[in-house]
Protein backbone atom coordinates (compact mmCIF):
# COMPACT_ATOMS: atom_id res chain seq x y z
CA UNK A 1 0.00 0.00 0.00
CA UNK A 2 1.22 3.74 -0.52
CA UNK A 3 1.90 5.68 1.89
CA UNK A 4 -0.51 8.69 2.78
CA UNK A 5 1.52 12.03 3.09
CA UNK A 6 -0.01 14.85 4.10
CA UNK A 7 -1.25 17.74 1.28
CA UNK A 8 -0.10 21.23 2.23
CA UNK A 9 -0.83 24.32 0.31
CA UNK A 10 1.12 26.06 -1.64
CA UNK A 11 3.01 28.92 -0.19
CA UNK A 12 0.63 31.60 -2.71
CA UNK A 13 -2.50 29.91 -1.11
CA UNK A 14 -1.33 30.21 2.34
CA UNK A 15 -0.99 34.16 1.89
CA UNK A 16 -4.29 34.42 0.13
CA UNK A 17 -5.53 32.58 3.24
CA UNK A 18 -4.03 34.79 5.69
CA UNK A 19 -5.51 37.76 3.51
CA UNK A 20 -8.99 36.28 3.49
CA UNK A 21 -9.00 35.36 7.72
CA UNK A 22 -7.71 31.78 7.84
CA UNK A 23 -7.14 30.98 11.74
CA UNK A 24 -7.73 27.63 12.38
CA UNK A 25 -4.36 26.15 14.31
CA UNK A 26 -1.81 23.96 12.89
CA UNK A 27 1.43 22.91 12.91
CA UNK A 28 3.18 23.75 9.96
CA UNK A 29 3.99 27.35 8.40
CA UNK A 30 5.90 29.12 5.60
CA UNK A 31 8.26 31.85 6.57
CA UNK A 32 7.67 35.09 4.70
CA UNK A 33 10.50 34.18 2.14
CA UNK A 34 8.45 30.93 1.35
CA UNK A 35 10.36 28.29 3.61
CA UNK A 36 8.59 25.59 4.83
CA UNK A 37 8.50 24.82 8.75
CA UNK A 38 7.33 22.36 11.09
CA UNK A 39 6.48 22.86 14.37
CA UNK A 40 7.47 19.78 16.67
CA UNK A 41 9.02 18.45 19.17
CA UNK A 42 12.58 18.09 20.00
CA UNK A 43 12.98 15.07 22.72
CA UNK A 44 10.56 12.98 24.52
CA UNK A 45 12.14 12.80 27.71
CA UNK A 46 10.99 14.83 30.68
CA UNK A 47 12.95 16.91 33.14
CA UNK A 48 14.47 13.98 35.09
CA UNK A 49 14.64 11.51 31.90
CA UNK A 50 11.56 10.45 32.49
CA UNK A 51 9.02 9.54 29.61
CA UNK A 52 5.73 11.39 29.50
CA UNK A 53 2.64 12.01 26.97
CA UNK A 54 1.70 14.59 25.10
CA UNK A 55 -0.77 16.08 22.41
CA UNK A 56 0.19 16.66 19.32
CA UNK A 57 -2.29 19.83 18.96
CA UNK A 58 -0.55 21.23 21.81
CA UNK A 59 2.15 21.98 18.83
CA UNK A 60 -0.63 23.85 16.51
CA UNK A 61 -0.73 27.61 16.43
CA UNK A 62 -2.89 30.24 14.64
CA UNK A 63 0.37 31.34 12.54
CA UNK A 64 -1.93 33.79 10.47
CA UNK A 65 -1.55 36.10 13.73
CA UNK A 66 0.14 39.34 14.32
CA UNK A 67 3.31 38.12 16.19
CA UNK A 68 6.55 37.53 14.49
CA UNK A 69 8.88 34.40 14.38
CA UNK A 70 12.77 34.09 14.03
CA UNK A 71 14.05 30.89 12.06
CA UNK A 72 14.85 29.48 15.49
CA UNK A 73 11.42 29.19 16.15
CA UNK A 74 11.48 32.01 19.16
CA UNK A 75 7.76 34.13 18.62
CA UNK A 76 7.57 37.74 19.57
CA UNK A 77 4.80 40.27 19.59
CA UNK A 78 5.76 43.62 18.22
CA UNK A 79 9.08 42.60 17.71
CA UNK A 80 10.78 44.08 14.35
CA UNK A 81 11.94 42.23 11.24
CA UNK A 82 14.70 44.43 11.64
CA UNK A 83 15.87 42.35 14.81
CA UNK A 84 15.63 39.15 12.56
CA UNK A 85 11.87 38.26 12.99
CA UNK A 86 9.78 37.23 9.85
CA UNK A 87 6.12 37.40 9.37
CA UNK A 88 4.32 33.77 8.56
CA UNK A 89 1.86 32.24 6.84
CA UNK A 90 -0.06 29.06 8.55
CA UNK A 91 0.34 25.89 6.00
CA UNK A 92 -3.26 23.66 6.70
CA UNK A 93 -3.80 20.90 4.71
CA UNK A 94 -5.90 20.68 1.88
CA UNK A 95 -8.88 19.10 3.39
CA UNK A 96 -8.69 21.90 5.93
CA UNK A 97 -9.76 24.52 3.65
CA UNK A 98 -12.23 22.56 1.64
CA UNK A 99 -13.56 22.45 5.19
CA UNK A 100 -12.72 26.08 6.07
CA UNK A 101 -14.30 27.24 3.24
CA UNK A 102 -17.59 25.10 3.63
CA UNK A 103 -18.05 26.17 6.65
CA UNK A 104 -17.34 29.60 7.02
CA UNK A 105 -18.29 31.14 3.37
CA UNK A 106 -20.82 28.28 2.06
CA UNK A 107 -18.42 27.61 -0.73
CA UNK A 108 -18.68 23.34 -1.02
CA UNK A 109 -15.80 22.08 -3.23
CA UNK A 110 -16.12 18.77 -4.88
CA UNK A 111 -13.41 17.29 -6.86
CA UNK A 112 -14.44 13.75 -9.23
CA UNK A 113 -13.24 10.86 -10.74
CA UNK A 114 -13.56 10.63 -14.46
CA UNK A 115 -12.31 8.40 -17.11
CA UNK A 116 -11.96 9.29 -20.54
CA UNK A 117 -10.52 6.30 -22.95
CA UNK A 118 -8.79 4.79 -19.95
CA UNK A 119 -7.12 8.21 -19.06
CA UNK A 120 -7.95 8.86 -15.60
CA UNK A 121 -8.29 12.63 -14.92
CA UNK A 122 -10.38 14.82 -11.85
CA UNK A 123 -12.61 17.94 -11.82
CA UNK A 124 -14.02 20.06 -10.01
CA UNK A 125 -17.40 21.30 -9.27
CA UNK A 126 -17.64 24.08 -6.56
CA UNK A 127 -21.09 24.36 -5.27
CA UNK A 128 -21.85 28.24 -3.66
CA UNK A 129 -24.23 28.14 -0.96
CA UNK A 130 -24.18 31.74 -0.06
CA UNK A 131 -28.34 32.20 -1.06
CA UNK A 132 -29.74 29.55 1.19
CA UNK A 133 -32.79 29.83 -0.59
CA UNK A 134 -30.42 28.64 -3.96
CA UNK A 135 -27.39 27.59 -5.02
CA UNK A 136 -24.99 28.06 -7.79
CA UNK A 137 -22.74 25.63 -9.63
CA UNK A 138 -19.34 27.26 -11.11
CA UNK A 139 -17.07 24.79 -12.37
CA UNK A 140 -13.16 26.00 -12.62
CA UNK A 141 -12.89 26.55 -15.80
CA UNK A 142 -11.33 29.83 -16.43
CA UNK A 143 -13.73 30.64 -19.21
CA UNK A 144 -12.28 27.74 -21.48
CA UNK A 145 -14.92 25.29 -20.99
CA UNK A 146 -14.23 21.58 -19.16
CA UNK A 147 -11.09 21.74 -17.32
CA UNK A 148 -9.70 18.14 -16.19
CA UNK A 149 -6.11 17.53 -13.93
CA UNK A 150 -4.35 15.07 -13.76
CA UNK A 151 -4.28 14.42 -9.65
CA UNK A 152 -6.90 15.88 -7.01
CA UNK A 153 -3.89 17.67 -5.42
CA UNK A 154 -3.70 19.67 -8.18
CA UNK A 155 -7.21 20.33 -8.94
CA UNK A 156 -8.07 20.90 -5.30
CA UNK A 157 -4.80 23.62 -5.38
CA UNK A 158 -5.90 25.29 -8.62
CA UNK A 159 -9.58 25.25 -7.78
CA UNK A 160 -9.12 26.78 -3.88
CA UNK A 161 -7.06 29.43 -5.36
CA UNK A 162 -9.70 30.26 -7.75
CA UNK A 163 -11.54 30.40 -5.06
CA UNK A 164 -10.04 32.86 -2.84
CA UNK A 165 -9.14 35.15 -5.33
CA UNK A 166 -12.64 35.30 -6.79
CA UNK A 167 -15.09 33.82 -4.86
CA UNK A 168 -14.73 35.66 -1.58
Known sequence: MNKIEPQYVTFEIAKLLKEKGFKIPV???YFEDGEFKQHSLKGTN???GEEY???LSEFNENWNDKWLTKKSGDRCFGCSIDKGYFETFSVPEIWQVVEWLRLKHNIWIECRHITTFNINRFHVIIWDY???SDYKTI???NGVG???WDT???AYLEVIEYTLNNLI
Open 139 to 141: HCN
Open 130 to 132: KDK
Open 146 to 148: YKV
Open 27 to 29: SQY
Open 46 to 48: GYY
Open 152 to 154: PKE
Open 53 to 55: EFD
